[in-house]
T-cell receptor, first 114, second 115 residues
Framework: AQSVTQLGSHVSVSEGALVLLRCNYS??????LFWYVQYPNQGLQLLLK??????LVKGINGFEAEFKKSETSFHLTKPSAHMSDAAEYFC????????????FGKGTRLSVIA | EPEVTQTPSHQVTQMGQEVILRCVPI?????FYWYRQILGQKVEFLVS????????KSEIFDDQFSVERPDGSNFTLKIRSTKLEDSAMYFC?????????????FGPGTRLTVL
């Protein structure tokens, strides 16, 4: 079975600092990986996805993630945090069968300090 | 920009009561999903739906749960007899197609509280 582990339920950074949110996956076959963001009182919004094309994936709002097979990781980064980045971030992996339901991590809440 | 909508945003019910959670998927999408997140836990897949039938369901989706697309625009999740452990945030999602890399678009969720 596929699974995702997000290290750190809460990450706090200063405005302008590097954002690093960690995601490790477990999969017996090459996965497709996703990062979603949830702002307060809103739905999950896709930030970016890895679908086996390029290992470095660029998403919206200046975020990017690098797929590292050797480390089974798909960490999310942003060079400079903005106050508006404060939200809950979810890493997810597709299952290999069925109608592609997503398998999610527990989420990481990002706080940005002025 | 089209979006998935869900109603109500918050539902409070007594244990044993039936609840219906409603979703309006994006209009040209063909695949629909329900997920839930119990407070402090992972977002979990419940069921996927295509062409008016269930495509896949998880172990969570037992006989107490059912889904329906009653009128071509709404997509509903019914819980027949709610339990305390059904308290969670329920997310609806939809996608154009059901391929491995197809993006699922999520609604804002319905928070269900069972007393």
């Amino acid at each position: 079975a596929q699974s995702v582990t997000q290290l750190g339920s809460h990450v706090s950074v200063s405005e302008g600092a590097l954002v690093l949110l960690r995601c490790n996956y477990s999969s017996s076959v090459p996965p497709y990986l996703f990062w979603y963001v949830q702002y307060p009182n809103q739905g999950l919004q896709l930030l970016l996805k890895y679908t086996s094309a390029a290992t470095l994936v660029k998403g919206i709002n200046g975020f990017e993630a690098e797929f590292k097979k050797s480390e089974t990781s798909f960490h999310l980064t942003k060079p400079s945090a903005h106050m508006s980045d404060a939200a809950e971030y979810f890493c997810a992996v597709t299952r290999i069968s069925g109608n592609t339901p997503l398998v999610f991590g527990k989420g990481t809440r990002l706080s940005v300090i002025a | 920009e089209p979006e998935v909508t869900q109603t109500p945003s918050h539902q409070v019910t007594q244990m044993g009561q039936e609840v219906i959670l409603r979703c309006v998927p994006i209009s040209n999408h063909l695949y629909f999903y329900w997920y839930r997140q119990i407070l402090g836990q992972k977002v979990e897949f419940l069921v996927s739906f295509y062409n008016n039938e269930i495509s896949e369901k998880s172990e969570i989706f037992d006989d107490q749960f059912s889904v329906e697309r009653p009128d071509g625009s709404n997509f509903t999740l019914k819980i027949r007899s709610t339990k305390l452990e059904d308290s969670a945030m329920y997310f609806c999602a939809s996608s154009v197609a059901g391929g491995l890399a197809d993006t699922q678009y999520f609604g804002p969720g319905t928070r269900l509280t069972v007393l």
